[in-house]
Structure formats: structure tokens, C-alpha cells
């Protein structure tokens, strides 16, 4: 079965600090990871996708297989980053997408 | 280029009835899926229709039903209401079969009374 747990309901940070959101996965098979999010009035929408190894908006994310772990990372928060995120993952050539119940991300200024 | 549209954005049923959603792809995409979200989780995948055939299902009993129109356009049905469906019901639209890149509408809430 594919599972994705984000444990932290809501992460606080000010502004200028690092954020780490966390994201971990169950899968036996090889994985799609993908981070979602969605700012206040808006659609939910792609941040951004382990394959294409691209950093969006700052943050990066790194797939890590042993830890099966898909943290999403930036070095210095800013304000207009406060968002619902949300990690999901997808089986390989997969037609569907796992969503953890995600992190609300407040950046203090 | 238009996004992905989804009608009603609410809607209040009671236990029992039935109710029709429905959604237009982004253009250019021949592939919808829908989601469920209930409040306080992530989405949960409902079925992915592509190219006018069902092409995947989650974990949902039957009278979860759907659609999908040679214009790409899609209908989410649901019978026999229960108070659990009352939640966030969106469509995602995609070129192509596969779950890749979700292009997603605001969503219709449904409450069922």
C-alpha cells in the first residue's frame, strides 16, 4: 500500500529562518514524489517534482530511499511562503497521486 | 488558455439523494481525475478517466460514479448520499494518462445534511 505521512500539522518559522518540511512514504515499489501547495484563495498547484531535481521558488526537496523520506527544504523563509503544503506520491508511470494530510506553514515577520 | 473549471463551488443535499459534479478540463488535456477531500486531510483519489474510459480507481464504493465526455469534460455522481461524503470534491485535469503533473480546479463543497 502507498502511504504519505507529514507529521507536523503546522510549522512556525520567522521570517529569514530555515524551513524544513517533512515528509515521509511507505511504497514497495519505485516512487513519483511530488510536493503540492496552495496559497491562501488559491488552487492547489505543483511546487515542484523529485525528477526534475529543479529548485521552485527556493526550495528543493531530495528523495532519500533509504529513510524513504521526501523533505522539503529552504534556506531562508519568506513571508509570502505561508501555504498549505502538501507532499504526494505517485507508483512510477502511476495514474494517480497519494496525498499526505499536509503542513500549514506560518512565516512570522 | 483556461484552466480547469468546476461547477457548483457548494452545494447542501441531504442523506439519501444524489448529486451530479462536474468539471472542464484544462485545454489540451484528455485526462480528469477526481479527488475527495474531507476537512483537515489531504486529497484521496476517487478514478482518473482517460480518453472517455475509466482508467483507475481508489478506494470507493460504486456509488461513486463518473463520466467523461469526447469534449474531455467529466461528471463525478454520487448516489445515496451519507453524511461522510460531505467534503471538497475536486477535478484534475492532465495531457496524459498518467498522474504526472495535476492541474487542479478550485473544487465543488458538497454538505450533506
Known amino acids: 500500500a502507498q502511504r504519505v505521512t507529514q507529521p507536523e500539522k503546522l510549522l512556525s518559522v520567522f521570517k529569514g529562518a530555515p524551513v524544513e518540511l517533512k515528509c515521509n512514504y511507505s511504497y514497495s515499489g519505485s516512487p513519483e514524489l511530488f510536493w503540492y501547495v496552495q496559497y491562501s484563495r488559491q488552487r492547489l498547484q505543483l511546487l515542484l517534482r523529485h525528477i526534475s531535481r529543479e529548485s521552485i521558488k527556493g526550495f528543493t526537496a531530495d528523495l532519500n530511499k533509504g529513510e524513504t523520506s521526501f523533505h522539503l527544504k529552504k534556506p531562508f523563509a519568506q513571508e509570502e511562503d505561508s501555504a498549505m503544503y502538501y507532499c504526494a506520491l505517485s507508483a512510477l508511470y502511476g495514474n494517480k497521486l497519494v496525498f499526505g494530510a499536509g503542513t500549514i506553514l506560518r512565516v512570522k515577520s | 488558455e483556461t484552466g480547469v473549471t468546476q461547477s457548483p463551488t457548494h452545494l447542501i443535499k441531504t442523506r439519501g439523494q444524489q448529486v451530479t459534479l462536474r468539471c472542464s478540463s484544462q485545454?489540451?488535456?484528455?485526462?480528469v481525475s477526481w479527488y475527495q477531500q474531507a476537512l483537515g486531510q489531504g486529497p484521496q483519489f476517487i478514478f482518473q478517466?482517460?480518453?472517455?474510459?475509466?482508467?483507475g480507481r481508489g478506494n470507493f464504493p460504486p456509488r461513486f460514479s463518473g463520466l467523461q465526455f469526447p469534449n474531455y469534460s467529466s461528471e463525478l455522481n454520487v448516489n445515496a448520499l451519507e453524511l461522510d461524503d460531505s467534503a471538497l470534491y475536486l477535478c484534475a485535469s492532465t495531457p496524459g494518462g498518467l498522474a504526472g503533473e495535476l492541474f487542479f480546479g478550485e473544487g465543488s463543497r458538497l454538505t450533506v445534511l
Open positions: 478517466y482517460y480518453r472517455e474510459e475509466e482508467n
Open positions: 485545454s489540451g488535456h484528455n485526462t
